[in-house]
């Protein structure tokens, strides 16, 4: 990683936190998982995957809902997939030539949102697989108890960031990092 | 992304989430019914049960409030005094009912019979009536007779 790249980590996981907190009173809706994603497009999959686990290892050792270290674990873990899947995102787009948001058409705007719909769900899943055995619930009531309100209220959130945030925020993130060249490679 | 101009791949992903959230609504409304269920022991429902004593005199209990899930043993006890009898891997035998008891020197006993609303006539169920559950508006009928196979009610 060069410095630019390492400058940028940094700042987009305080950023992640940052709104993490500041959120904190609408109860599972957070900009981070976008902004993992958006780290992930930008700055590659291992940069991406490093703000999504190092957000998590913040947040999670100083969260005001509690600390449990199984969970602490996989949710640092799980939460490194929207850094990934942004960056995979980002190399199928630029193979097409659509890399930059401008170039979107609605089919991939619809495609990223369904995309977030479905990371934030396997991300849930396993989230709520581990507080099952942590917390000593039967597995199928932890579950469905995980995502009914709690889950859906992230997964429906997130599919609407995802489609109608990742664009803006990668032009944003391209501007402010990426120089002339609009480049972070 | 060639794949995206494909609409089907998007109509398909729509259809999978969709699915998943439905899949997930409907366990949570399937743990909520269990949960109330298990709350109040069941939703009433209405029956009917009688007994023949085999000598041309039948008491009926009509209408009578059970709960969903609740056996026909468990609900016979609740309407008449009973003895029983239990048999490992055959349930529960019951060997009488309000003082009328099985004779095993004539072959007498009790056998439940329920009446198929279709047929218009008694059909027996051939499973302890400690294992079944009663269901709405069902007329169910314990006979004090003999033979095997045992003769339907008149």
């Known amino acids: 990683m060069n410095s630019k790249k390492i400058a940028a980590t940094a700042v987009l996981t305080a950023l992640s936190i940052g709104t993490n907190y500041a959120m904190l009173f609408i109860f599972n809706v957070k900009l981070m998982d976008l902004i993992v994603f958006v780290s992930g497009y930008c700055l590659g999959p291992f940069a991406g995957a490093l703000v999504g686990a190092m957000s998590w290892a913040v947040y999670g050792s100083l969260n005001p809902m509690g600390f449990s270290l199984p969970i602490w674990l996989s949710t640092m873990v799980s939460e490194t997939i929207y850094g990934l899947a942004g960056a995979f995102l980002h190399t199928a787009l630029r193979r097409e030539g659509v890399a930059n948001p401008k170039q979107w058409h609605r089919g991939i705007f619809v495609f990223v949102g369904l995309l977030g719909f479905f990371l934030t769900f396997i991300y849930d899943l396993i989230t709520n697989i581990v507080f099952g055995y942590t917390s000593g619930w039967n597995m199928l009531y932890a579950l469905i108890v995980g995502f009914v309100p709690m889950g859906f ?20 993130l391209l501007s402010v990092f990426g120089g002339e060249k609009r480049d972070l490679s | ?136 508006n069902e007329t169910l009928l314990w006979y004090y007779e003999s033979g095997w196979p045992p003769p339907p009610p008149p």
């Open chain 1, 153 to 172: 209220i992230h997964v429906i959130s997130n599919t609407l960031f995802f489609s109608l945030g990742s664009a803006p925020a990668i032009n944003a």
């Open chain 2, 1 to 136: 992304m060639t794949f995206l101009k494909n609409r089907w791949i998007l109509f398909s992903m729509l259809l999978a989430s969709w699915a998943l959230i439905a899949s997930f609504f409907a366990g949570y409304y399937w743990l909520q019914y269990s949960d109330t269920i298990n709350r109040i022991g069941g939703v009433p429902i209405y029956s009917n049960f009688g007994v023949d004593y085999g000598n041309s005199t039948r008491s009926w209990s009509n209408n009578t409030k059970v709960l969903t899930g609740m056996t026909l043993f468990k609900a016979t006890r609740g309407i008449w005094n009973v003895t029983y009898e239990t048999a490992s891997g055959f349930g529960v035998y019951v060997s009488s009912i309000n003082g009328v008891a099985s004779d095993s020197t004539q072959g007498m006993g009790w056998v439940w019979w329920k009446w198929d609303q279709f047929m218009n006539s008694w059909v027996r169920v051939d499973i302890s009536a400690d294992v079944y559950a009663v269901a709405d």
